[in-house]
């Protein structure tokens, strides 16, 4: 990820970056020496007040940790990809606690479990004991995508179905049941009822009966907002087949329920298959315009503004009076307008975010952009036509953003076995995008596209099986690492904040680049900076260090590659003792920006240092090349003559 400003720079001392990488690689090690070993079965009671006793401590520990452990970051250990389980449930096999071997991944099985202790919570991940049908005990561990719908997976239900489970050891060696992927994990697993009976006149009445009560548990649950309960009342109803308005009404009240659980593509679902088809049923009017409502507001979310305007017009249409509905209508059309032409009203979208709506209520814009294969470089992103410097080229809201204020904004040390390399990662907005992608399963195809190093598995593209969306949580994480972009703490965002945006991320980097990215709450606004002919590459500075090592650097960890632009190329060929003189002007450079204001004596002295600077390029090698490490000093020279 390229931060926006310095703020997520971390400093490491040598002794933690060395404890990170020995706690990783002794964990390997071990697991690859008692790779296949049978699992030593554990003492019911002490594995329960062990759970026990920990939970105690995990929530007492917040109130006695000091000021240096609570700033501490938490550490993670990635790069040991596999792929979520790809089948139903139903067609997994059962198996025994007592089959399981260590660091296996058990394919085609599931095991069932039910908690037998409290949940200990920390930052990064959360576990507790449970028990299978045997009566036999065992630790399961869910690392970092621990919560759905804000609670805690494990602490939300009693009953599990681990599918496919994986058996391996926690970082300190201790054997655990692992889940990686929420979508390995069933909360509260169900079997579903037999389709095939055809019910008598008797058992009709009993399943209404029984629908209608649990239509009430619904409502019940919706108005004590506990939303996973009311969805889950609706659904048992709607699987007992009721009659058609009764399926009508669960639909409809259902659909509510996914709106409020940000669940879109549910939503609509639901909210189409709530309409009454007769226009003269009584209850069609009202109901069909609330339908309508839930379908455009879904429709909205997931910027489907086509649909969205279709939806809020028939809503219109069976309610000519309501105003809201006329609103809405406008403020899709303006959508439609922004996603065609990139004609934005900035001035209403920056007010927006002054007053801290930093989620803005706006379209992105394509512009004339391409996706293309860019030589050397994968994908990149290409002028469809000739852009003149200072247009717009494209503007895109986030698929997932979090800021650096909200709790959701964790950042972990991470170590990659597979390069052993510490990095410094936004593991919220992973966390918080994995979720997403949950509940919006339209959207997991579209990310999954994104470059990563992990492409998970070999080119199976099963994003959904019958109970819910499969979401790659290692291919997630690796496609973040290399396309999300830091935002910078402006606006009162906050230190740390990152996100996501998937057309943006096709554009490759260039230390002379054609553009620039801002950034107007959750929009990324690229703006040409130079003249770009039809056909040209577009590209902006992922890093725009002027000391050729320190980019280089940020370059390779970050984002895995050596630039060779003809600039780094020039800029390789220095002599080191030339570099070494530079980056001392800059540091001198960049003491003197912070120190000065306006001031006329201060203007000469930048004049001179920029000229010194500009004295450590060879005039030959860098004809038509910036000279980065002027960039602060000239920066601050325009706005100190500025109106002279
Ligand atoms: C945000 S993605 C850019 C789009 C990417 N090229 C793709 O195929 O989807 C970042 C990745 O693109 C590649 N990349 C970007 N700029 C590059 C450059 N100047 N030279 C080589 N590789 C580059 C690197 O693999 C980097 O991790």
Redesign the pocket.
Known sequence: MAPHTQDSTVYLTEQEAKRIRSTAIERTKKCSELGGHGREPRDEKGAISQATGASLMADMGDMTMTQAERNALPALIVGQPYTPCLASLHELQPMKMADLKIEKHHRGHQLTVKRVSPVVTLSTRSWTMVQDEAGETERLEIALHKTKHGKDVLESASAFAIKDPYFTLTEEGEPTLRIDHPSDLIANPTTKPDAQTSPSDADSAATEKKATALKTKGNNALTANNLPLAHAHYTSALALSPSETLTQDLHRNRAHVNLLLSQYPAALADALASLIPSPSDPRSTELNSKAYFRAATAAYSLADFTNARAHFAKQLELMPADKGAAANLARTDARLREAETGAYDFARIKKGVAAGRLRVDAASFDGPTE?KK?P??????FATRAVKAGEVVMVEKAVCVVWGFEPEAITAVTFDVRDERIRVAPVGLTKALVEKLGKNPVEIKRVM???GDWDGAEGKEVWETEDGPVVDVFRVHDIV???AFGVGDKDGRGAGSAGLWVR????????IPNTKREFVGDLMVIRATKDIAAGEEI?HS?DESGDYETRQKA?MT????????ALCVAEKGDDPAVREKRRKLVEEADAFVQTQGGKSLAVTKAKRLVKKIEETYDEKRYKGLPRLATRGLQEWLAQATAGR
């Open positions: 996706v860019s050397g470089m994968g994908n990149g992103l596209g994104l470059y690492s290399r396309n943006a991320a096709y554009i490759n980097h260039s230390c590209v992922y370059l970050t984002w895995g590659f050596e630039c060779g632009c």
